[in-house]
């Protein structure tokens, strides 16, 4: 901790900050604490209260536009005009402080050029969730070149990593033309790209969660290696205990891993914290740990529970999200298992009426010209 409050004194006295660096670093835990326990309003709370009492601190509006894309993402799958438009504003606040404080001193700390890239980074990735290619690439760009020019400026500056890591290990797991091209604009290596990423989970101070994060992603969707995720995610949950989205990425890893026994008995546990109140625990996450519930019978072969809590899912009131669509998906799946083909690919089509979210069109399409067959066996633990 001495070192952490060390290091955001560092920066606070190169920004021309004289207010007491150890509420900095007060606000930024809470903040940080808020949003990975979905506390949105705390965290939103915490970082307006540090752009209010230090001005001049560019992790405040970062912060703000990191917490708004969260609830953007977490909460309503991208899509609640409100917040899309506080999100965007949060970005040009930053945007517009870090380019006055980087012309009046060139940022030799590197914290400003990080937190500019990084507001940057997330309307890129926005840009991209709307179909606006070239300005994601645009603004992708100019992220990844912030961000670099904030390591060279201070190699201790540990967060910045994690976008130029990002970046490099996309570019060498695309198809091979586009990895040339891809390549020829922003270089390196998977390995470069994992190695940069884990020394911001390692040592960085605003970052280190959603570079831990961000492993845990590749590890179970591209690397195809769940037992490295689950430890990486279970540290992470260590971090935040009272977490419900920690404790529900450790359930989509187990349902990678086909560990059904854990499976169940993780969903149960995330619904009994529900169920008692837990802190943060919230009742609207119920759905979502019964679809997990329901993929561990599933998995089982208790096929005629799993259909029934499928169902409880979709038959909640309406809530467009990706868990009721998931759920649609996999009952049909259910259905195709237990014989009743009509029914499942009544279930699909209901999926592709939806808005398509991770792909589940192409997923549902696939369903409807082929039935699902049975689960893959078991994966040995590690």
Known sequence: MKRLVLAVALIAGALGLRADEAEIDVLIDRGLSAMYNLDYARSRAAFDELSTRFPRNPIGPYGRATILWWELTNEYDEQNDTLEKQFLAAVDDTVRLTRALAKEDGDPTGVVRLCWGGALGLKGRWDAIGGHWLAAYRAGKQAFNLQSAAIKANPAMYDAYLGPGVFHYMVATLPAAAKVIGRMMFGG???????????????????????????????????????????????????????????????????????????????????AKIEAGAPHYLPRFQHMGLFALANAHRGAGRLEDARALYGRVVDRPARDDRWVSLAYLNRGKTFDLLGRREEALADYRTVLKRRDVWQLHDKAKDLVRRPFSAEPPARPRR
């Open 189 to 271: 290596s998977k390995e470069q790209g994992l190695q940069e990423i884990r020394l911001t989970m390692d040592k960085g101070r605003f970052a280190s969660t959603a570079a831990r994060l961000f492993l845990v992603n590749l590890y179970v969707n591209t690397e195809k290696d769940p037992a490295t995720a689950l430890t990486l995610l279970r540290a992470g949950r260590a971090q935040y205990p009272e977490s419900p989205f920690f404790h529900y990425v450790e359930l989509l890893i187990l349902e990678e891993a086909r560990d059904w026994p854990a499976l169940e008995t993780g969903a149960k546990d995330y619904l």
